[in-house]
């Protein structure tokens, strides 16, 4: 199955010169890169949010095979939705899924189900494809819905990821016994699968209460407590769309040996639009 863009012409650019003319504008030419476990990186439209998921993007070493975990709006499909065949659509091109880490994945944890419906119309995913098309021709992604934003949920989503990654990673080492020198000193640099959480920040506050409460959020997700977000979040009712995602994500992190984590930038609606009254954040974050 391919499933072809949802907010392509609203989100973004429904050309790809155009989109590529905006990604581009965003990106940050020479800038110091990381090889990085995990980032946060917005979803609003382009215009809004670009120059947030753009630094993020410029600011890490790209792998070839890319995790998203995305919070769920539209409420259709299954509580934890992973498309496990197929392929994703962009005005930039085709991307493909990487069926084998999607099995793995759904292997360590009984609450991802397979299943396209949730992906058909959300658009968290989709509008971080652009920033690695423009970056990277060619990779596989495993795309995750999340509807069911239960801390244990979140949790165990991290960690069946964090498994299927250090899986990969043991069968390239086995095989790298079998290979000659060159080969091996390949696979010795590659990078491991990034995960990606797909999450805006507070939603319509003041622009002095939104960075506030957002503060609150991003303190946690820099101290790498996936258990401290979740609960500022909800004690602090700071309406961060993806915070399940993004405990899930620092839940495989701290899985896979992250130790450090970085707020690449901050920024929010109101520096395009003009109104502070009512703005959502966006954070860029890179997990190492």
């Known amino acids: 199955m391919s499933r072809h863009p949802a907010v392509a012409g609203l989100f973004y650019p429904g050309s790809a010169g155009a ?59 299954a509580p934890v939705s992973i498309m ?6 962009t005005p930039l091109g085709t991307v493909e899924i990487n069926s084998g880490l999607a099995a793995a994945i759904m292997s360590h944890s009984s609450r991802i189900e397979e299943d396209s419906l949730a992906h058909m119309r959300e658009h968290s995913l989709e509008v971080q494809l652009p920033f690695i098309q ?53 696979s010795d640099t590659e990078l491991p699968p990034l995960i990606i ?3 805006d920040m507070s939603h319509y506050e003041s622009v ?26 909800r004690d602090s009712s700071i309406t961060m769309c993806g915070y399940g995602p993004a405990v899930a994500m620092l839940s495989a992190c701290k899985a896979l040996g992250a130790s450090k984590a970085k707020l690449v930038k901050y920024a929010h609606s109101g520096e395009v639009s003009g109104d502070y009254a009512q703005v959502v954040g966006y954070a860029g974050v890179v997990v190492c």
């Open 19 to 77: 989109l590529r003319k905006q990604v581009e504008g965003f990106i940050i030419p020479g800038a110091k890169k990381v090889k990085a476990l995990g980032i946060l990186s917005p979803h609003a439209g382009l215009i809004y949010s670009g120059s947030v998921a753009g630094a993020v993007y410029s600011s890490i070493e790209l792998p070839d095979t890319f995790v998203l975990i995305g919070p769920n709006h539209t409420g259709l499909g």
């Open 84 to 89: 496990a065949k197929g392929s994703w659509e």
């Open 134 to 186: 423009y970056l990277k021709e060619k990779f596989t992604i495993v795309p995750i819905q999340m509807l069911d934003t239960r801390l244990q949920t979140c949790l165990e989503v991290g960690r069946a990821i964090a498994e299927a990654v250090k899986e990969r990673r043991e069968q390239r080492a086995e095989g790298r016994g079998k290979t000659n020198n060159k080969e091996r000193q390949t």
């Open 197 to 199: 959480a797909s999450s």
């Open 208 to 233: 002095e209460r939104a960075r506030e409460k957002d503060q609150r959020a991003i303190g946690r997700i820099l101290d790498l407590d996936p258990e401290g977000l979740y609960r500022v979040v």
